[in-house]
């Protein structure tokens, strides 16, 4: 896929960034900037009805608590992290954490690693929380909070595990990463060797 058909919507306030790719979007934020993300989408000439699929990297509130935004459209997650989505008060949504609280629990697709969304493949990355996914097609790598730009990695301080990060990182080490496109902060074109950067803090 080429980069310019994935638009970065920066994340605003405690909003993760969103990735808007066709009528798929991945990750909508903590939930309390709707006009923000519906201006954003409008700039680039769709409709909030026009989101016919969200897939979310995993389940941290400031993720997916912009879903309800979009009641026409099909939620896609990891299935381990489709439970806490789906529970009343999860700590693993870390809302509680932050104030916050989760609203919207509808889980329609569970996602497993492997499994193919448009021109990108599923590649579970637990660390940051348990069912955290990445987006790969070749080139681009969507990742959530498993990877930063400029070698970040995700915290694993709340519900997350450092090993288990260790393992995935290592994983994504062996991509050929062009471009991250990242959960928060900036994308980075230098992918692969940001991914070599992010394996030096184990």
């Keep these: 896929m080429n980069s310019e058909d994935i638009i970065w919507i920066p994340g605003y306030n405690l909003d ?7 009528d ?3 990750d ?39 879903n309800c935004f979009f009641p026409n459209a099909k939620i896609a997650i990891h299935k381990i ?20 609280k989760i609203n919207c629990h509808k ?5 497993e690693d492997g499994d193919k969304i448009k021109d990108f493949e599923v590649i579970h990355t637990p660390g940051h929380s348990k069912g955290a996914i990445c987006l790969w097609d070749g080139e681009n790598l969507i990742s959530g909070d498993t990877v930063f730009g400029q070698g970040g990695v995700g915290r694993t301080d709340i519900g997350g595990s450092w090993s288990d990060l260790k393992e995935s990182v290592e994983k994504l080490k062996k ?6 496109y990242p959960g928060h902060g900036m994308i980075d074109n230098n992918g692969k060797k940001s991914i070599e950067m992010s394996y030096s803090h184990f």
């Design 16 to 22: 993760s960034n969103c990735y808007l790719i066709d």
């Design 24 to 26: 798929m979007l991945v």
């Design 28 to 66: 909508t934020g903590a939930g309390d900037n709707k006009e923000y993300l519906f201006s954003k989408l409008k700039e680039h000439g769709v409709n909030p009805e026009d989101i016919k699929l969200i897939v979310n990297t995993h389940c941290h509130f400031d993720h997916v608590n912009g």
């Design 81 to 100: 992290d489709a439970i806490a989505l789906r529970e009343e008060g999860n700590p693993d949504t870390v809302a509680s954490h932050f104030g916050s």
């Design 107 to 111: 889980v329609d697709i569970e996602l």
């Design 175 to 180: 991509l050929d990463v062009k471009t991250i």
